[in-house]
């Protein structure tokens, strides 16, 4: 799987150390998400950030991603690939800065990572938003995500579990229904 194929508008590569202070730069002008989403971001969480894994996945599943326009830094994403099951990957954080907000920005950079994960075979992504935060919320729905229906309490905030299908044209059910008979 090539990253630098997940957008045709943006460079895209992998986000490391030296990065921190551009990522905090993005980070703390999103002071909304870190009102629903306390801690508010710092250096240090960010490279905890970078190095965190759920259970059972290793550092080759995870892509802490940095989207460029020019030199300029628009958007950071965190993806885990395969988890929680083989065919899903997870988007465990994402955020663009706040001077392209509410231009289509984020939503043209989920749709084509929609499709590059489903072109690499996973058949969902899953992630999770604060409850309460209108702004997550309606961006997900908004972009063809759907409540799974559960709800992991945190110390001091809830997450509300959301999935997205990569099976959904008319095309892909018939290929999928003709290799089943
Ligand atoms: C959510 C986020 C990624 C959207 O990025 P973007 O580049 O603005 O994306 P788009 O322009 O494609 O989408 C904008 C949509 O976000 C939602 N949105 C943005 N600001 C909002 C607000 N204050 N209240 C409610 N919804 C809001 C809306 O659905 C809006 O589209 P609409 O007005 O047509 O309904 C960005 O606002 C962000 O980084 N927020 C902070 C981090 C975050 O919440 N990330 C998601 C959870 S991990």
Known sequence: MDITDI???????RLDKSDVADIYALCSKNTLYYRHCPPFVTERGIYDDME????????????YL????????????????????????YIGFFMTETSVQNA??????IDELCLWLKRAD????RLGWVSGNA??????????FIETGEIYDKESFRVVAAMRGLISSETDFNMQNAQKR
């Open 7 to 13: 957008s045709t508008r943006y460079s895209v590569r």
């Open 104 to 109: 289509g920005v984020g939503s043209g950079i």
């Open 135 to 144: 702004q997550a919320e309606r961006f997900w729905l908004k972009n063809g």
């Open 66 to 89: 940095g989207f460029y326009d020019g030199a300029d830094l628009v958007a950071v994403l965190d993806l885990i690939l395969g988890f929680p099951n083989d065919k899903t990957a």
């Open 52 to 63: 965190a894994l759920p259970p059972g996945k290793e550092v080759c599943d995870k892509l």
């Open 122 to 125: 996973f058949s969902s992504v």
